[in-house]
């Protein structure tokens, strides 16, 4: 057995032993769900899947599913008007709290009831069916496989869903929801009772963690900076009134839903859900919040944690490098008579601000004062952000500006993005100290021995 799989069965076996809290009942059909069945499932960014106890068993996705139709609504209006429409700040209070802006009517946040009833209106379509038809399809492209719904439980909830309904209607009379609003909680009654497994649960947070392309099916499902927005809806609204100390013990973007499913997202690292039905006070699943405090610090999952650096970002230097040119007599004499130096520093891994800061510091170190040259060889760089590009380019500019000759040994895609930076960007380390050479060798033959 692999190692992840193994530690969850462990976990499993370890929190399945937790009693206490409530099955919820105020929709009565939820009522009947086993107390003791519970799963605990994992998706990778590489899209493996790891599960343990009951993660393959149907539930209601419930409330789990606003942060998706919020995405869904966010990718159709864009983020002024999403947020124009719906808050963006912690209620602090229950999921179906009156939670609405005095004055405007506007719900508090989207993951409070009032607030996803108003988000799945905003899902653009030609009339409800349309609409819901659009959520299922998008809920079921998180997951990676075509979704259905639990007829029973809606029937259940349309049968006992007035306190929703009341919620729509008041916002419709405060001015935030325009739609009809007992079509409207039909519809997000509808999304409500779309029936999932742990399992499905962890695929659909694990698209959320890799910022947005499910690590599965390798759809793009939404874009990143719409992944981005509700993860951090997520992280602030996503458990209720127990948000704030969620972020403090857990510090995950997490969605709980009332039928016993909860999910939490590793940005980059992977998506874990789990279903366990009996919930705490705040109508979150006592084993899944049990569970999850458990893998945050087991894991140091922890947002505000400081990130570890595992791998060296400089490679090596050199001080006085040389090309494998054959060169003529004449030349090689020329090269060796030259009182310039060449310096090398070697990169590897993803720059961003701290890395970048790293190699610019050995760089500045290994400079020589005098004017010579300096070769950048990032081939092993896998990834370089938008600021420490800038930062980059930055100091290669100032160094040419003091007489250096610079070249950047870089591979593809980073060759094709040379164009407007400064420095000659070559494939190789050594095409690099090549050219830097060729450079000393046309300022001997030009002007002499070169004073630039
Ligand atoms: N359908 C449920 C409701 O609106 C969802 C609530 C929840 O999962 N917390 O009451």
């Known amino acids: 057995m692999d190692s992840v799989t193994e530690s969850l069965r462990e976990l499993h076996a370890r929190i399945g032993a937790l009693s206490g809290g409530e099955v919820a009942s105020y929709i009565p059909k939820l009522a009947q769900a086993d107390p003791d069945d519970f799963g605990i499932a994992l998706t990778s960014m590489a899209g493996r899947r790891y599960q343990a106890g009951k ?10 599913s606003k942060p998706f139709v919020y995405a869904l609504a966010l990718s159709d209006l864009g983020p002024e008007e999403m947020l124009r429409r719906v808050g963006a ?76 309904r009341a919620l729509a209607y008041l916002m419709r009379s405060a001015g935030s929801l325009e739609d009809d609003p007992y079509s409207v909680t039909d519809t997000y009654f509808r999304q409500c009772s779309v029936r999932v497994t742990a399992a499905d649960l962890a695929v659909m947070a694990a698209t959320l963690a890799t910022g947005g392309r499910n ?53 980059g690292r992977f998506g ?21 405090t458990e893998m945050s610090e087991r894991f140091a999952l922890h947002l505000m944690q400081v990130p570890v650096h595992l791998t060296a970002t400089v490679t090596d230097t050199v001080d006085a490098a040389r090309s494998s040119r054959a060169r003529d007599p004449e030349r090689a004499a020329a090269l060796d008579r030259d009182p310039r130096r060449i310096v090398v520093v070697g990169a590897q891994g993803d720059l961003e601000f701290t890395e970048t800061e790293q190699l610019l510091n050995a760089v500045e170190e290994a400079v020589p004062a005098e004017p010579g040259g300096l070769v950048l060889d990032l081939t092993a760089v896998t990834v370089i952000t938008a600021g420490p590009a800038t930062m980059l380019s930055a100091t290669l500019a100032d160094l040419e500006r003091q007489g250096h000759r610079v070249a950047v040994a870089v591979q593809e895609p980073f060759l094709a993005q040379a164009d407007g930076h400064p420095g000659a960007w070559l494939r190789t380390r050594d095409d690099a100290v090549a050219w830097c050479e060729e450079q000393f060798l046309a300022d001997t033959d030009t002007d002499g021995p070169a004073d630039a």
């Open 272 to 292: 874990v859900a789990l279903y366990s039905p009996p919930l705490d006070a705040e109508g979150n699943s006592v084993r899944g919040v049990a569970a999850l």
């Open 89 to 164: 700040e912690p209620s602090g209070e229950a999921f179906n709290a009156i939670s609405l802006e005095p004055g405007t009517g506007r719900p508090a946040n989207p993951m409070v009831n009032a607030g996803a009833v108003a988000t799945t209106a905003l899902v653009k379509a030609a009339d409800p069916a349309a609409r819901s038809a659009r959520i299922l399809d998008r809920l079921s492209a998180f997951a990676g496989r075509r979704l259905d719904y639990d007829e029973e439980v809606y029937a259940s909830e349309a049968a006992s869903g007035d306190r929703n």
């Open 55 to 64: 993660s393959d068993t149907l539930f209601t996705i419930q409330s789990v």
């Open 215 to 267: 690590p599965v099916t390798g759809e793009r499902v939404v874009a990143q900076d719409v992944a981005v927005r509700t993860l951090a809806i997520m992280a602030t609204c996503g458990m209720y009134d127990g948000a704030g100390q969620w972020l403090l013990n857990v510090g995950l973007p997490a969605k709980s839903g009332v039928a016993g499913g909860l999910i939490a997202v590793s940005p």
